[in-house]
């Protein structure tokens, strides 16, 4: 069993190779930003306290994101370990997770800012099921439509070159305390250096899962 956290930039391809991760690992992918919207539609305290502050566009507090997780990791999954996306963001969240549950290693995917601002922009997500395609190099069959679902597909209003930049600066002024943290914990480091637009997912995955592998993590 493995317990993975993946960090990268947006646009860094973090949920395209969880997925295939998934897929080759046998783990289960925990997306936070999914979890909450999960929870939202339940009619529990934890559920009415997570519409709460999402309807106001807040970020949920730290003790409230972490005890969705909490519940989460809980239910038996009949998966061999875990992918975490999305968590922790904080020192904070990292010590509340280290309570929870032992971290194998970190994947870190590192990205340039040229790249990543090519790939959000031609970015398209589907409004139906969320699948995502990238109008340059990973086209629906046909255009403007969900190859799964045949959903319609839509661009995010902030995979706008202006607004990526921004996010860029927020995620590394957010994650370098985190990233410290972890090193300095000698958790084991499984970095995917990015310096092609065009380089398959299945190629960067198999890079993923060699270093796993070298680093006698599965």
Known sequence: ???????????????????????????DVVATGDLLREILKEDTPLGRKVKGFVEKGQL?????????????????TGKEGFILDGYPRTIEQAKALEKLTKIDAV????VPEHIIIERLSTRRI?????????I????????GTCDKCGGQL??????KPEVIKDRIKVYEKQTEPVLKYYKDKKTPFIEFKCDKL?????????????????????
């Open 1 to 27: 069993m493995v317990k993975l956290i993946i960090f990268g930039p947006p646009g860094s391809g973090k949920g395209t190779y969880a997925s295939r991760l998934q897929t080759k690992l046998d783990v």
């Open 60 to 76: 949920g507090p730290s003790e409230v994101v972490t005890e969705v997780l909490k519940q989460r990791l809980a239910k038996p």
């Open 107 to 110: 994947i870190l995917l590192t």
């Open 126 to 134: 589907c409004k139906n099921c969320g699948e995502v395609y990238n």
């Open 136 to 143: 340059r190099f990973l086209k629906p069959k046909m255009e």
């Open 154 to 159: 839509y661009q995010r209003s902030d995979d």
């Open 198 to 218: 065009d380089i398959p997912p299945d190629a960067a995955v198999e890079n993923i899962l060699k270093q796993l592998k070298q680093a006698n993590l599965v």
